[in-house]
């Protein structure tokens, strides 16, 4: 089983702020994907990297992947309350299961 | 609106009874998956089936548990003489094609047990 390793667990932040989400693994991935799920839905994905090095921008938030396509990260810029929500990395070597991170848990403050 | 689809939402049972969960894929997809998700841990493959094909159970438990995906209908997971432990919310996904293409996540199903 590829393990995958969050951090921070839980993230409370104020509205305006900036924050980063790590996603961390010794395996390496050929893709991997950051999905958010809100509390009693299921986990929407918000994107795919697939190479090494990759920088994805979605609006005010910047996905990237690392060299060894063993970690990744996710960076809000000037956070939302509608960001609020708990983000999921999960990897994938170019089969069908999807192996997930235990997730941070983000608040943005009014 | 043409998601993946679970119902029901929420279900509970006494231990011992069966729980029925049901996916409906997106339109066009025929490719699902099973996941678990227990409190404030991430989502866990359970299986994988094609119409009519159980491709890999590997992540199910090997008792009590099954699951189908029929030619007509939506696809079923099955759990036998429910426990406290089986507690948790079940997701299932779908994709268009297999091997690493994006999978679709319904809104899961929960699953109490008293």
């Known amino acids: 089983t590829q393990l995958l390793e969050q951090s921070p667990q839980f993230l409370s932040i104020q509205e305006g702020e900036n924050l980063t989400v790590y996603c961390n693994s010794s395996?390496?991935?050929?893709?991997l994907q950051w999905y958010r799920q809100e509390p009693g839905e299921g986990p929407v994905l918000l994107v795919t990297?697939?190479?090494?090095?990759e920088v994805k921008k979605l609006k005010r938030l910047t996905f990237q992947f690392g060299d060894a396509r063993k970690d990744s990260s996710l960076h809000i810029t000037a956070a939302q309350p509608g960001d609020t929500g708990l983000y999921l990395c999960?990897?994938?070597?170019?089969?069908?299961?999807?192996?997930f991170g235990a997730g941070t848990t983000v608040t943005v403050r009014a | 609106n043409a998601g993946v689809m679970q119902n029901p939402r929420h279900l509970v049972r006494r231990r011992g009874q069966e729980a029925r969960l049901r996916c409906s894929p997106m339109?066009?997809?025929?490719?699902v998956y099973w996941y678990r998700q227990l409190p404030e841990e991430g989502l866990k493959f359970m299986v994988y089936?094609?119409?009519?094909?159980?491709?890999?159970e590997s992540g199910m438990p090997k008792e009590r548990f099954s699951a189908e995906f029929p030619k007509e209908g939506p696809s079923i997971l099955r759990i036998q003489q429910v426990v406290r432990g089986d507690s948790a919310a079940y997701f299932c996904?779908?994709?268009?094609?297999?091997?690493?293409?994006?999978?679709?996540f319904g809104p899961g199903t929960r699953l109490t047990v008293l």
């Open positions: 996904a779908s994709s268009l094609r297999d091997r690493g293409d994006t999978q679709y």
């Open positions: 395996s390496v991935f050929s893709s």
């Open positions: 990297v697939v190479t090494g090095g």
């Open positions: 999960a990897g994938s070597n170019n089969d069908y299961k999807l192996s």
């Open positions: 339109k066009g997809h025929s490719h």
């Open positions: 089936l094609q119409k009519e094909n159980i491709i890999d």
